[in-house]
């Protein structure tokens, strides 16, 4: 199946060209792998997508997951893909061996899983969710915790979850109400409400761990008041089996999209007999959530990338099948009697073509940067080097979450429209990614959060530290492109673009030293799209001069044409992308207050 | 019901302040008209709305149209609907008296839509299509067929349809093979296949007035011989009744929004029994046509405002019931014993609303000023004058219709996201309008088609004559503004774009006149984007000053925080809408041709 869903050339390009994973596999930790078991991994994880997810995309949308007494139903599919997923080990990928784990890169783990989400978006949470849940345990739980549910974990024969959100806070984590009372045992009583649990219940695992953000009685108020539970749906018993632990399905959240990812409402503690194992040391929920919490926003970013591929994907197929009009003569006539041309031909459409794949492309590199973070700040053995990688990391996450959310929204709606009538019609795929998408600029912290997240802590971290080491990798970029005549433009251009940061950030900071938050944070989510604009053109960069390293020693292994568009699509993202910075960063240096000043009367 | 879909207010202040309807109300063709009963009128329709439209917009997406053993099965409460809106006129609204019409003007038929439309998108085209077919017929059909045909459709005891894409033509008319075949008798034997026809059958028409596109035997080729007929689906017999007209629904598109209103597949003269009657002259078809579809894409740009419409008060209502978060102290801390307070406090939920707010209004008053053009036209009685009025409304034709339709697609995304999780669910209302208001982009040309047109034709015919005229309506309006001192900074945003307009056309013209057709129209797109971002700024700027005159002569009938909402609307398009255009401008007056060069191994 070549490129019915995803581009594995271009997958393996950026991972060995273009962040040169090979220089990770030299580490200690990753030494049992080499390029050859890396390529490996990849395919086997290509080939089981292509058998066991991406057959199945429409169907999971025809019949969704429902709730019937009392319980989640799932497609049937289910049954196959967990258990061969779990027998791939693709939960514990990159855990330590001595944990049951693959302790492959964490740039792996998200290639894998990206593969899989192209292949079907409805799936991987359930794999994911669980993968990061367990992994908290193995972080922060008692050995008695990694030993009770770790291993059910990693062979997927139980599912794990995070249960943050509450109906009355929903992203207001400070005004969460669960409550975990102590007993003279080892577990607290838990009881209360949480909503939009993904994955929370299904009939395939046996059982499931729900790690639970709750207040101890009498902790403090907002989230320093927050602590961690272990609040499995069955717990075990003292004779080695395992009894109802007084959690309840209470319903489906139902969607307009990835119907097959089951949205549960989970009530615990009805019947007052609801146990919850703390995680590490009370009032440190929030710290301990954020390891899991950081990773899914980086997960929801590639899950978005994945969908928007998809559509991608079938939307070029479209326009390479569809004869429709003719091109126009010198005299801007058509010629009736020639043939319809494939509306590829057509610049209309190439434009739209070219916006999807630079958005994708662009999309999926950063979420390998930001994970190859990740993997450069376990390995590293200097200190300041990993606070480095730690706080580009944190930089990062939040524009690795939210531009191919926002973006592949667009880039998906692109897919629609190349279809034109029949992109509206069920018969097609595009429209069902359309409605699959829309969730990824919601999940795990809205856009409106990570832009706040970005603005009021990651760039002001350490007085601008982040942003220091981030614009440094930039400039190195651009220095290394403007070796190349071809590229030299756009460097330009992105070192304009860096000098334009540095300009609105020094006429929003003021506001933020004089008290005026309100201001300084008002246009966050402006900010953000501007910012994740010049963040993956810096990306396009990165991508363009390896592409042209690469056809100047004519050492890859793909053809010109491969690493041609490359150097073009870099080109098409400068043109009709890059662009929009100048008004963006016009609204944000605006001082009207317009949206502060007005009162409700307004609307 | 106030402001549950619609703001009734704010029409009446588009319709009678900014855009003077009153003037045309002293022409002679409307002088049955006054304030008062144009008042009265809209009133009715916004109550047969609200009682007969919006109760059930989410039941028909439940219970979606549906074909079953060669029949398309529509709501039941379709019944109640066509039986009213026949009752009330509102198709013959713009009709002449004589011809059993109300002879309403353009605008307030447009006015009324929009209101039923915003009620419940999913109704109004089986009346539109309908007033449009028997308009076509009254204005080039012969007297037989407007006695057969255009009082049954009046009162919507039979409907009426525009029949324009085949399976094998899309976009491309050029390419219609439907074959007429003259008779010795006053009909053609109509034979062919015709897609995506919106409103083309249901339980509750006794009968169907298809009008259709096809190509008489030994036409010229490409549009030049292409002729429209009317092709009923029961035709009458020589005895005073009516029997089948070898017309079959072959099927429905299942579609992801707009699921009451029906898609049909009609095959016409499968056995050589369909008979159709030409309307006008031969190879004029597409001509004829032409006047429906431009209402049609009048029409369509107004649907697209009045679901996106629909959304934003949707989204307006849970932001002023839900509470969440605080607002930041001068320490950039929230103080978590406080009462949590309303989203619709925080700056970027009312800057998802204002966009919203900014893309409607601005939409809406420019459908009304298209619509005026049609008025104006019809009812000047110098001949200069009318020609003036027609390249007007020719020139904002293709923007009325894309405009609403690419922004409105963004906006219910904004209702979508106030919402945060909601938003995704079946329970609310955004995600249904989201879902309907996709197809709007596509309809009766898609954004490519339109802008081809916009920037192909409209912007090059008469030497640039229309764009001349639309210039000078734009600098009247600057010139307005400019006696009120809070607008006049605005004034000069607008003069600065619309002198950016001409330099882009400068730089773009030499390529039609160089015979380089396709790099002209390569970004015909961006140009639309470009242009009607700057004809709503002319709309705003519009509206803010009659807002500002009506504070300063307190002589409105709304409260003062209405006008200000106005003006303080505008200044948020400026600010966050309006700067986009000069990256747009970049865009356009690049030179790499990216769409152009390359080739399909680019993809």
């Known amino acids: ?87 791939m080990g693709l939960v514990g990928a990159m855990y330590d061996f001595d944990d049951g784990g693959m302790q492959l890169p964490s740039t792996i783990f998200h290639a894998a ?12 949470g359930y794999l994911g969710l669980t993968a990061g849940s367990a992994n908290l345990i193995l972080s922060y739980g008692n050995q008695k915790l990694k030993d009770t549910y770790v291993p059910n974990m990693i062979d997927l024969s139980w599912g794990g979850t995070m249960c943050l959100t509450e109906p ?33 219940d299904h009939q395939f695992s046996s059982n499931f761990v729900h790690l639970v953000l709750a207040r101890i009685k009498g902790a403090p108020s907002g989230t320093k008041g927050v602590s961690l539970f272990v609040v499995p749906k069955n717990r075990p018993n003292d ?25 549960t409402h989970l009530v615990f503690g009805d019947h007052d007999d609801c146990r919850g194992w703390i995680v590490g040391e009370p009032n440190q929920g929030l710290f301990y959530m954020f390891q899991m919490m950081n990773e899914a926003r980086i997960a929801t970013g590639r899950m978005g990338t994945a969908i928007a591929s998809a559509a991608y994907f079938s939307s070029l197929k479209y326009a390479n099948e569809r004869p429709q009009g003719r091109k126009l ?36 590199s950063l979420i390998l940067e930001t994970a190859n973070y990740v993997d450069k700040e376990m390995t590293s053995d200097d200190d300041k080097e990993k606070s480095d990688y730690n706080l580009l990391l944190e930089l990062l996450t939040p524009i690795a979450k939210t531009y191919p959310a926002e973006q592949g929204i667009n880039s998906t709606s692109h897919a629609i429209q190349i279809l034109g009538g029949y992109g509206f019609c069920t018969d097609f795929m595009p429209q069902q990614y359309y409605r699959d998408i829309r969730i990824i600029a919601i999940y795990e912290g809205t856009t409106g959060i990570q832009s706040l997240d970005l603005l009021g802590r990651k760039i002001t971290q ?5 942003l220091e080491l981030l614009a440094t990798e930039i400039q190195q970029t651009i220095a290394t492109a403007n070796c190349h005549n071809e590229l030299q433009p756009f460097a330009d251009i992105l070192l304009d673009n860096l000098g334009l940061v540095k300009k609105v950030i020094s006429i929003l900071m003021p506001h933020a030293i004089k008290g005026n938050y309100e201001h300084f944070l008002a246009d966050a989510s402006v900010f953000m799209e501007f910012f994740g604009t010049i963040v993956i053109g810096w990306q396009w960069l990165k991508i363009a001069t390896t592409a042209s390293t690469m056809l100047e020693n004519s050492n890859g292994n793909q053809p010109k044409e491969f690493y041609n568009s490359k150097i073009h699509t870099m080109k098409f993202f400068y043109t009709y992308e890059l662009v929009k910075t100048s008004g963006l960063a016009k609204t944000l240096m605006n001082t009207e207050e317009l949206t502060i000043s007005g009162a409700k009367d307004l609307f």
């Open 1 to 87: 199946m070549k490129n019915e869903y995803v581009d594995i050339d271009t997958l393996k390009f950026l991972l060995f060209n273009v962040h040169q994973i090979e220089n990770l596999l030299s580490k200690d930790r990753f030494k049992e792998y080499d390029k050859t078991s890396i390529d490996i991994f990849i395919d086997s994880v290509k080939s089981f997508s292509d058998t066991s997810l991406y057959p199945f995309i429409k169907d999971m949308d025809d019949k969704p997951s429902y709730f019937k007494d009392g319980n989640i139903h799932v497609h049937p599919q289910f049954e196959n893909i967990l258990k061969n997923a779990g027998e």
């Open 462 to 466: 350490k007085n601008g530290k982040a």
């Open 168 to 200: 009355q806070a929903g992203s207001s984590l400070s005004d969460i109400t669960t409550l975990a009372s102590p007993t003279d045992d080892d577990y607290y009583l838990i009881k209360g409400q949480k909503i939009f649990i993904s994955a929370g």
């Open 113 to 124: 899983y990206f593969i899989m989400e192209a292949a079907n978006n409805h799936v991987p």
């Open 239 to 263: 004779h080695g089996g395992f009894i109802h632990n007084d959690t309840e399905v209470a319903g489906e959240f139902e969607k307009m999209g990835q119907k097959g990812y089951c949205t």
């Open 329 to 364: 003569n010198n005299s801007g006539q058509k010629n009736v009697e020639e043939e319809q041309t494939l509306i590829i031909n057509h610049p209309d459409i190439k434009r739209l073509l070219f916006s999807q794949k630079a958005i994708i492309e662009g999309s999926l």
